[in-house]
Structures are given as structure tokens and as C-alpha cells.
């Protein structure tokens, strides 16, 4: 097997979690169709936030001379899988261009100076592609409400600890702009997941189960604790001071980390029965 085929052997058999180089790394698996021969093929590839239902991929091939096939792929055929580890889902794939795709990879460079060497060693400007996922909302993922309940929790504890590695990584010149998109991607997420369960699932858990009042309306305080301790990161952010902000990052973890643990303990038992 090539090293590309390891790698989405051990990501889809380990939900997204892959060692070696990409260990600490934001990783995905894109599926294009080939330009001239119609087939379907999967590539792995590092990822940048950009906000809520949208991804960046850089099309570096290593700083080959030529772009991939995979940048050819989606030009000639822009609808795409996108496989995240937690959850599958369709996207379009749109090539940036001029000051968009510039100011995008400037963030990158800025968070991850290979990108620019890759840019030099090439010879030539690396395309950088917005995956913009086609359906609002949860995407496809598991089956039962439970483990979807869980998939969503564990993507959100996946991000926090690359945001906390990220924020403990940065040097005195202050917050990079990426960094400052990563964590508001992070905010504007938990923000829609928690106004979802507020609205929908406690709602519904409530008719069916009057006598979880009480822990409803405990977990529903803890998403208000959340939403203040969200704005006091975004407070941060505009400070611009890694110190401030890694102990802001600390205390949302510990918070949010509690937070998804009961809510698990609470919800999983019940979220499978009829109904629910």
C-alpha cells in the first residue's frame, strides 16, 4: 500500500486520529472524480478553518512544479466528499482568486511557514480552494441520535486541543490571524450547537421525560456559562496577548470538557429510545 492508502486506512479505522506527520495536525480526506477518467479518488490533506460549514486545502503538492491531480479533479469536477473523521459530507469546491486567495494564504504562511517554502520551491502560485459543505446543519454521520450526539462533542474536543497547542505555540508577536479564525470558528460552532439543543433536543428530552427537569435546566445554565466564557475568548482575540489567551482556552476546556461529559452521562441512555 502507498503512503497515501496508510494513511486513510489508519484515519477511517481510528475516526480521523493518524500518527507520524500528521499527528498533531488539522487533517482530512478529500474525494475528487477524476478529470479524464470519471473515477473517484481520495486524497489526504491538511486543512485550514474558515468559518462555520467552510475549509480551506492548499493545493502545494509538495512543491512539485505542477499542481495535483487532485486540484485538476475538482476543476473539472467541483462537487466533492469530504471526510472529516467525525462526519462525510458533500462540498463545492471553489478555486479563490486575487485578493482572497491572497489574504488566505498569508494566514497560512503566517501559521505554518512551510506553505510559503513549498510556494517558493514550486515555481508557481499555490491554488488555494474554499470546500463549502452543500447542506446547512449537522453533516452525515453516524446513524443513532446517541452517537451523533457523541461525534459532535468529540469534534469540538478534537478542535480545542489543537487550538490550545496552537495558542501554547505563539510567540510574543501575538495572535496570527488564523489562529484568531480557528477559535472563532470554534466559538460560532459551539454557539449553534448549544442554541440547537436549547431549542430542539432539551425540548423534546423534556416531553418525554418530565423528570429530567432539573438536569435540563442544569445543563442549559452550563451552556449560558459557556456562552460568557466564548465572549471573554473572543476578548482575548482582540487583545492579542497568547498569554491571556491560553488561559482563556483553559478554562473554556475545562468548562466545556465537564459540560459534554454530562451531558453524555445524562442524554446517550435516552436519546435512542422511540422517539428520540
Known amino acids: 500500500m502507498d503512503f497515501n492508502g496508510q494513511v486513510i486506512e489508519e484515519f477511517r479505522a481510528n475516526g480521523g486520529r493518524v500518527g507520524g506527520m500528521f499527528e498533531h495536525g488539522r487533517l482530512l480526506l478529500l474525494t475528487t472524480t477524476g478529470a479524464r477518467t470519471g473515477l473517484r479518488r481520495t486524497t489526504p490533506l491538511g486543512y485550514l478553518p474558515d468559518g462555520d460549514g467552510r475549509v480551506l486545502v492548499i493545493a502545494s503538492a509538495g512543491g512539485a512544479p505542477r499542481h495535483p491531480a487532485w486540484f485538476r479533479n475538482l476543476v473539472a469536477n467541483p462537487r466533492v466528499t469530504v471526510e472529516s473523521g467525525d462526519f462525510t459530507y458533500e462540498a463545492d469546491a471553489v478555486v479563490l482568486e486575487g485578493a482572497e486567495r491572497d489574504a488566505a494564504f498569508a494566514r497560512a504562511a503566517e501559521a505554518d511557514p512551510g506553505w510559503a517554502e513549498y510556494e517558493a520551491k514550486s515555481g508557481r502560485t499555490l491554488p488555494v480552494v474554499a470546500l463549502v459543505a452543500t447542506v446547512a446543519g449537522p453533516p452525515g454521520g453516524p446513524a ?61 428530552v423534556a416531553r418525554r421525560h418530565p423528570e429530567l427537569a432539573p438536569v435540563l435546566a442544569r445543563l442549559g445554565g452550563e451552556h449560558e456559562a459557556i456562552k460568557g466564557l466564548l465572549a471573554e475568548l473572543r476578548r482575548a482575540l482582540d487583545g492579542g496577548d497568547p498569554g491571556t489567551l491560553l488561559a482563556e482556552v483553559e478554562r473554556l476546556t475545562a468548562a466545556l470538557e465537564a459540560h459534554l461529559d454530562r451531558e453524555e452521562e445524562q442524554l446517550v441512555p435516552l436519546l435512542d429510545t422511540a422517539g428520540l
Open 144 to 204: 443513532s441520535p446517541s452517537a451523533m450526539l457523541v461525534a459532535v462533542h468529540d469534534a469540538f474536543r478534537r478542535e480545542l486541543r489543537l487550538i490550545r497547542r496552537e495558542v501554547a505555540g505563539t510567540g510574543a508577536a501575538g495572535v496570527g490571524a488564523q489562529l484568531r479564525i480557528n477559535c472563532l470558528t470554534l466559538c460560532e460552532g459551539l454557539g449553534n450547537h448549544h442554541m440547537g439543543e436549547d431549542q430542539q433536543l432539551f425540548p423534546l
